[in-house]
């Protein structure tokens, strides 16, 4: 069912889907991973003491390498915060209003408006240490509590000035009871990226707009389920119950 409803919007605005989902990817809104290799040729020293000693010695090469690692993972953080998240949460909100017949690219610089970036800014990062901390206990309770809190950017979408803690507490509450199904709902879309690297790996990018709207129809549901539960009110989460069809 989500599927289906999620096709039937990429049927409109597909490419404008896969803009935003690249830079979904881009802001680091996106799990992927990469690896990157190094191969040994004739140019390169064979002996890994002469491979040290271009660097000065091992000591030195060492101590280089550390703080080139530390000020990239600081650069990559900055720009998580303070760009990535916003980004995310934008590019959320165009999906989100996409599966509500709403189909404009504006929506994707939502969360820079001056008067919500901070309050979004603050939520996110909060719900990234959160999981972070959760993923220091062990892998499993990291990815349990990665679906617990997945629906906080979709909250934001709707009202950036919740509050980080609010915001937190109705994801859990929207996900409860769900986590399997929608662990189920990722691996479900595992055959389309497998067919899409055959293709030169391009053609795994080009299933992300549909995997990104199908999850907008999922907070859709889970928001509207929320709705009916009393977890959450339509002033809340600044709706009008008369637009709601969901």
């Known amino acids: ?107 994707m610089g939502y969360a820079f408006g001056r008067d919500r970036y901070m309050s979004i800014v603050k939520t996110m990062f909060y719900k990234g240490v959160l999981n972070f901390l959760w993923y220091l206990l062990l892998i499993i309770p990291g990815i349990v509590k990665g679906y617990a809190y997945s629906m906080v950017p979709y909250i934001l979408t709707d009202n950036p000035d919740i509050g980080r803690e609010r915001a937190v507490e109705l994801s859990m509450q929207m996900t409860d009871g769900h986590k399997f199904n929608m662990w189920i709902l990722d691996w479900s879309f595992l055959g389309w990226y497998l067919l899409g690297l055959l293709l030169l790996v391009v053609g795994a990018v080009l299933v992300k707009p549909y995997e990104n709207a199908t999850k907008a129809e999922l907070y859709l549901v889970l928001r509207q389920n929320a709705l009916e539960n009393g977890f959450c009110s339509y002033e809340e989460l600044q709706l009008d119950p008369a637009l709601q069809t969901v």
Not at 28 to 54: K, L, T, V
């Open 1 to 107: 069912m989500l599927k289906t409803r999620a096709k039937a919007v990429l049927k409109l605005c597909y490419w404008k889907a896969l803009l935003i989902s690249l830079v979904l990817i881009i802001a680091g809104g996106d799990s992927n991973s990469g690896n990157i290799s190094w191969r040994a040729s004739s140019d390169h020293p064979r002996n890994p003491g002469d491979f040290f000693n271009i660097f000065g010695g091992e000591a030195h090469f060492f101590y280089n390498a550390v703080i080139i690692m530390i000020v990239v993972i600081l650069v990559f953080l900055a720009y998580r915060i303070f760009i990535g998240y916003s980004l995310e949460v934008g590019g959320r909100r165009f999906f989100k209003r996409a599966a509500e017949n709403d189909i404009e690219t504006r929506h």
